[in-house]
């Protein structure tokens, strides 16, 4: 019952700050959109490639590494993880920094085929490293745990991060000097730098003396083990994805696009479009955090039982919130898009996109459950998989279709993705829910309150007052509760209860 109210406490520390970062951001993002226009959004969206790639080099592995040996490791030897992680990921990404600030003309005018880029990857090699010390930390605290420093410093990232941007764009706009892209990728320094900051200054962990060298030696050893392979597969998927990134605007090219109006869909697609679907993973993220730790600790008791009680009800919960998400999308993404980012296509998007959020949500999490099993070779070939069929269809489908192939990538690479992992946890799972709790219900239930709220707003026009942006919201909230109220009636909710008592007593 203890471990239970732990995972609970941290999943949902991890929710409350993911939502409050996501909606900060989410309310950025628009401002942002329309502080740049979109073909700067698009210009600013293409340096994130490279920060993924200088991340995946010098951080993800070694992250989930401290995480993963924090989270059986002795009381004693805890802080040693993290001292050796900080050491590796730090030598690694200062190395990284100073290469990006050296070459960034040579990646901005031949990988990114974007010269406009080369000022702003100079300010993000300043954030590497400081990236790497938040990435540590917080690997270390989830690994215990222990939610409330990594969260706190989540939403002091994304404040600092909104108020620096805030602040340049009005003195840029005193000025009369045009917003440009740099200002935003030195919010984001800037909130690297405050959350670094917090997590030094507020952590409890005494530092190693010399002494001790050579047990910091072994937990460097030990952790290498473990990241290297992590770190060599996150950095091919990271590749790939970042050569995707740059070919959506160069085949928008070949459909006979010009550059901007290419920079303009791309950024519409990836800074507007996909922000609101992302939106909600806020949720399963958190859940995905703690799932890596909860599992190696239940596999190194043998708790056979009790890891195929997690798999299944975390994939029972992220189908419910991704089939009310789909929903919501599908039905309400036309005038999100328009009432939000003033684009008529950000909400086309939003509605071709809806149809990926129930496997959208539930990946993240079957990758946590196989990385806590100690399958990162399994999550590399799917991953793998995934991302070449992206490709394959931008080279094949965009230069004929435009953005629509694009699109179609997405959603057949996001179904195959879930496919593959639902299929490596299969043999840890003894099923207990059928597909009835797992589909048909949401889907009743979604159709339902769909329905139910479209007839409510016919028969009562009240709700249609008060503003469009606030008559939608509250339209989207009703058919939220709705949903979740018809799903109680069905009993959906009383079956994770008895799991949450079959499974901790």
């Known amino acids: 019952m203890r471990q239970f109210a732990l995972f609970l406490k941290g999943t949902l520390i991890l929710t409350i700050a993911g939502l409050l970062s996501r909606f900060l951001g989410f309310f950025y993002k628009i401002f942002l959109a329309q502080a740049l226009g979109a073909e700067s959004m698009g210009i600013y969206q293409l340096i ?29 030897e805890r802080n040693a993880y993290l001292h050796a992680g900080l050491f590796l990921s730090l030598s690694a990404s200062l190395a990284c920094g100073m290469i990006l600030w050296t070459k960034a003309p040579f ?7 974007e010269a406009r880029c080369e000022s ?95 047990k910091y030696i072994t937990k460097c050893r030990e952790l290498l083990k473990m990241a290297i392979p992590l770190t060599g597969n996150r950095l091919s998927l990271t590749l790939l994805q970042s050569m995707e990134a740059v ?25 507007m479009a996909l922000s609101f679907i992302m939106f909600p993973n806020a949720v399963t993220s958190s859940i995905s955090a703690m799932l890596l730790p909860v599992i190696s600790e239940e596999q190194a008791k043998g708790n056979k039982r009790n890891i195929s009680l997690t798999i299944e009800y975390t994939i029972q919960f992220g189908l419910i919130i991704g089939i009310l998400c789909m929903g919501i999308f599908l039905h309400f993404g036309q005038p999100l898009g328009i009432l939000f980012f003033h684009e008529q296509l950000a909400g086309e998007f939003l509605a071709t996109l809806s149809w990926i959020c129930p496997f959208l949500y539930l990946t993240g999490n079957l990758n946590s ?16 998989a995934s991302i070449l069929v992206r490709i394959l269809f931008i080279v094949a489908f965009v230069p004929l ?29 003894t099923p207990t829910l059928g597909l009835d709790i797992l589909i048909i219900k949401p889907l009743v239930a979604l159709f339902l309150s769909i329905g139910g709220i479209d007839l409510l707003k016919h028969l009562m026009p009240a709700l249609r007052t008060g503003g469009e942006i606030l008559s939608l919201l509250i339209c989207i909230c009703m058919v939220a509760a709705v949903y979740l109220l018809i799903l109680t009636t069905f009993g959906v909710w009383k079956v994770i209860q008895f799991s949450k008592r079959s499974r901790w007593l």
């Open 48 to 76: 994130f490639p490279v920060f993924s790639v200088c991340h995946a080099l010098t951080t993800s592995g070694i992250e989930t590494a401290i995480s993963r040996f924090t989270a059986f490791a002795k009381k004693e």
């Open 401 to 429: 279709y435009g953005i629509k192939g694009v699109l179609w990538g997405l959603l057949a690479s996001q179904l195959l993705l879930c496919l593959l992992g639902i299929r490596a946890i299969m043999p840890y799972v």
């Open 120 to 214: 702003l990857l100079r300010i993000l090699a300043a954030a590497i490293p400081l990236s790497s010390i938040h990435s540590c930390f917080a690997g270390s605290y989830l690994g215990k745990k222990k939610t409330g420093i990594p969260a706190t410093a989540q939403l002091l990232e994304q404040t600092i991060r909104i108020g620096t941007v805030w602040l340049l764009c009005s003195i840029h706009i005193q000025q009369g000097k045009a917003i440009t892209p740099e200002l935003a990728v030195f919010g984001l320094l800037a909130g690297e730098a405050g959350s670094a900051l917090f997590m030094l200054t507020f952590t409890s962990d005494p530092f190693p003396n010399i002494r001790s060298f050579k």
């Open 369 to 384: 459950i196989l990385h806590g099993l100690g399958k990162t070779s399994i999550t590399f070939f799917n991953q793998l």
């Open 247 to 271: 070919l959506i605007p160069l085949s928008l090219r070949k459909s006979g696009l010009t550059t901007a109006d290419a920079l303009s869909l791309y950024g519409i697609l990836t800074g």
């Open 107 to 113: 990646i901005a005018s031949s990988l990114l085929h």
